[in-house]
């Protein structure tokens, strides 16, 4: 058996800060109806910054931290649902900026939030026929740039940014994992291209129900196949940084112990595929994932799709 082992992370956040506050200006709004809706005082907004940019600073500091360099890299992967362009991928001119091997698997994919985590179980299958060891997955998104933002219910939520994870197949080590998709074009869509503008269009209550649902049940499933009677057995959980009341309706129906549900949306808001490894770069930077830890990661998004994984740090 093997295991994905997370060798280092980076995060990238573009250099503009948005408040609530400053949402203000343009919406009817404050930081008080958003903060109590939703757990967010801020997010960071690209000016001049684009998502290949976030990716490679992102990726450089993992691939630092990790000690590795191009010529360990055999897999390149990016989530993301905000490309610079519909082709050539993200992937691809992350590749030429890092100086990666022609024969690198590059590519990107498109999960919404679960991004990450579809990444990492993609790159480690990957890995078995790859001419590296190591791989490199970016979540790396410009929701900004795809926002209606006069819409005061989508546009507070969604900020830019990018984070990045090296990993390697660690051997007798095992992992659990969960996925699932539920096609449904009206919770949460994107217009694509087209005579219509992109605009996030989403049913809140709706996506509110669906989330709570499958994290919820893919905590669950991952316990069981751990052979753990509560959650309280993890020592993390990082789940998207969606909704700071989604994570907290899902613990207390858990009975988690204060503090297991790790949460940042207060200064990011959602990032999409980037909250997951955000999230884990952060706590790595912070001291506070240490090697043997047991957490789980959940992520849910557009698509509808979903993913979980258990793993030891």
């Known amino acids: 058996m093997s295991a994905p082992q997370i060798l280092a992370t980076g995060r990238c956040l573009p250099a ?22 939703t757990g967010i005082h801020q997010r960071h907004f690209c000016t001049s910054e684009t998502g290949l940019d976030l990716a490679v600073s ?8 990790a000690g590795v360099t191009a010529a360990d890299i055999g897999v390149c992967l990016v989530g993301t649902f905000t490309p610079d362009h519909a082709s050539p991928s993200t992937a691809c001119l992350l590749q030429r900026e890092l100086g990666l091997g022609e024969d690198t698997l590059c590519f990107d994919l498109n999960a919404a939030c679960a991004g990450f985590l579809y990444g990492l179980k993609t790159a480690h299958a990957l890995l078995s026929d790859a001419p590296r060891p190591c791989a490199l997955i970016v979540g790396a998104e410009v929701i900004s740039r795809v926002m209606d933002h006069t819409d005061r219910n989508t546009c507070v939520l969604f900020g830019d940014g990018a984070g990045a994870a090296v990993v390697r197949q660690a051997e007798d080590r095992t992992w659990h994992t969960v996925f699932g998709s539920r096609g449904d074009p009206d919770s949460i869509r994107v217009q694509g291209p087209g005579p219509v503008p992109s605009a996030i269009h989403m049913d809140g209550k709706a996506v509110f129900r669906f989330a709570v649902e499958v994290v919820e049940q893919s905590i669950c499933q991952l316990l069981k196949k751990e052979g753990l009677s509560s959650v309280n057995d993890l020592d993390l959980v990082v789940c998207h940084q969606a909704n700071a009341r989604i994570i907290d309706f899902v613990a207390k129906r858990l009975g988690a112990r204060e503090g297991l549900f790790f949460k940042n949306m207060d200064r990011y808001g959602n990032t999409s595929a980037a909250s997951i490894p955000i999230a884990l770069d952060e706590l790595t930077e912070a001291g506070v994932l240490r090697p ?3 957490i789980v990661a959940v992520g849910f998004g557009g698509g509808l799709t979903w993913a979980g994984a258990l793993l030891r740090w």
Do not use: P
Not at 16 to 36: A, G, Y
Not at 58 to 65: L, S
């Open 16 to 37: 503009r800060v948005v408040t609530n506050e400053d949402l203000s200006r343009t919406v009817d709004t404050n930081d008080q109806w958003v903060f109590s809706r």
């Open 292 to 294: 043997g830890m047991r």
């Open 58 to 65: 992102a990726a450089c500091q993992a691939m630092d931290r």
